[in-house]
């Protein structure tokens, strides 16, 4: 069975600080990798996907994630946090076809 | 383009009530997908409809839940009687048939449901 596991429930950054949230999945074929947000009282929405193509996925608003299979690791960063990226992330994998598999959700917040 | 949509965004019942959740998935999208997120924990899966057929209900918790679409359009999700462990977000999703290639699923705001 797939698995994700975010670490860290909760994370706080300063504004202007990098972001580092955490994903690992367990599966022994290498899945699709998906990143999602939730802004407060809106739908998911998604940051940004793995397929396979290159390793580093660029986002929207400056996102990015690294695809590591010896880790199986998916993180997601971005260099400097803003106060509109307070919001809770979902780590999500999945195969073609297939239902999606999350992880517990991270809530970031920003200190300004 | 409009979005998933749902309805409603909340809801508030008691024990033994009925609630039934509406889902209109974008446009032109066969896939509609259900999960539900407990306070605290991960979304899972609830079930997959390919059209108005039923492809995938391995997530549905038990006979109390019944899903629906006919007409291969919006989804109804009813929850009859409602139980107290059957609070949490309700989301939809829907997603264009992509013949076995990767899918992007787009989510709704989900439907708040606590059942007191």
């Known amino acids: 069975a797939q698995s994700v596991t975010q670490l860290g429930s909760h994370v706080s950054v300063s504004e202007g600080a990098l972001v580092l949230l955490r994903c690992n999945y367990s599966?022994?074929?290498?899945?699709?990798l998906f990143w999602y947000v939730q802004y407060p009282n809106q739908g998911l929405q998604l940051l940004l996907k793995?397929?396979?193509?290159?390793?580093l996925v660029k986002g929207i608003n400056d996102f990015e994630a690294e695809f590591k299979k010896s880790e199986t690791s998916f993180h997601l960063t971005k260099p400097s946090a803003h106060m509109s990226d307070a919001a809770e992330y979902f780590c999500?994998?999945?195969?073609?076809?297939?239902?999606?598999?999350f992880g517990t959700g991270t809530s970031l917040t920003v200190i300004p | 383009e409009a979005g998933v949509t749902q309805f409603p965004s909340h809801s508030v019942i008691e024990k033994g009530q009925t609630v039934t959740l509406r889902c209109d998935p974008i446009?032109?999208?066969?896939?509609l997908y259900w999960y539900r997120r407990v306070m605290g924990k991960e979304i899972k899966f609830l079930l997959h409809?390919?059209?108005?057929?039923?492809?995938?209900e391995s997530g549905m918790p038990n006979n109390r839940f019944l899903a629906e679409r006919t007409g291969g359009t919006y989804s109804t999700l009813k929850v009859q009687p409602a139980e107290l462990e059957d609070s949490g977000v309700y989301f939809c999703?829907?997603?264009?048939?992509?013949?076995?290639?990767?899918?992007?699923?787009?989510f709704g705001p989900g439907t708040r449901l606590l059942v007191l």
């Open positions: 999500a994998v999945s195969y073609p076809g297939n239902q999606f598999y």
């Open positions: 409809f390919v059209k108005e057929s039923k492809q995938d």
């Open positions: 793995y397929t396979s193509a290159a390793t």
């Open positions: 599966s022994s074929v290498p899945p699709y």
């Open positions: 999703a829907s997603s264009q048939l992509t013949g076995g290639s990767l899918e992007t699923q787009y």
């Open positions: 446009s032109g999208h066969d896939n």
